[in-house]
């Protein structure tokens, strides 16, 4: 978190492309990790889970999950009723955390229309947090095999963008890649 403007813990930030490092044991050794998928032992990327961000679509089967139910807190922020994809972002944690979509949104410049993915709101909630993070398994270039490949558990899942604006997105990291308030394993 922050202290007096200064960034005192490491924060990961681990998502699910099949790009994600299988290196458990310095995945592990973050202060803070967020996740988009909880880990599993087949997929070697450790266990360390500080935070957990999905849409209900995508974390339904999960619910019951010890993981998710010794967390403290569970916020929901709604998408818009609309079509495609409605529904809702929530987000696992043991500290009050405030997310703005509408800022995300901003800084990215997506449009009302435009859906963050989940990677996106994790960055976004990681930078607010910390500063700076470091960054797994969320594609930031287009030239990626794993572009519209979907889960590092499931390569043959092909992932839906007509709802994403993944140009913005990636942009918007590699612009942060550059100021180096993004670092990358």
Do not use: W
Request: hydrophobic residues 35%; glycine residues 6%; aromatic residues 8%.
């Amino acid at each position: 978190m922050l202290n007096n403007g200064t960034n005192i813990m490491k924060c990961l930030v681990v998502g699910n492309s099949p790009s994600v490092s299988r290196d458990a044991c310095v995945i592990d050794s973050y202060n803070y990790v967020i996740r988009n998928k909880l880990p599993t032992a087949q997929q070697k990327t450790g266990d360390k889970i500080d935070m957990f961000v999905s849409r209900t679509r995508k974390v339904n089967a999960m619910l019951q999950s010890p993981r998710l139910m010794s967390f403290k807190f569970k916020q929901i922020f709604y998408d818009p009723e609309t079509e495609p994809h409605p529904g809702e972002i929530l987000i696992y944690h043991d500290n009050i955390v405030k997310v703005s979509l509408e800022n995300l949104k901003r800084e990215t410049g997506l449009r009302t229309s435009e859906k963050p993915t989940i990677g996106l709101i994790a960055i976004f909630i990681g930078l607010q947090l910390f500063g700076k993070i470091t960054l797994t398994g969320v594609e930031y270039e287009f030239s990626s095999e794993y572009i519209d490949v979907g889960h590092s558990d499931d390569l043959e899942y092909r992932r839906v963008n007509d709802h994403h604006n993944l140009y913005k997105e990636m942009m918007y990291i590699r612009k942060n890649i550059r100021e180096n308030t993004i670092q990358l394993i």
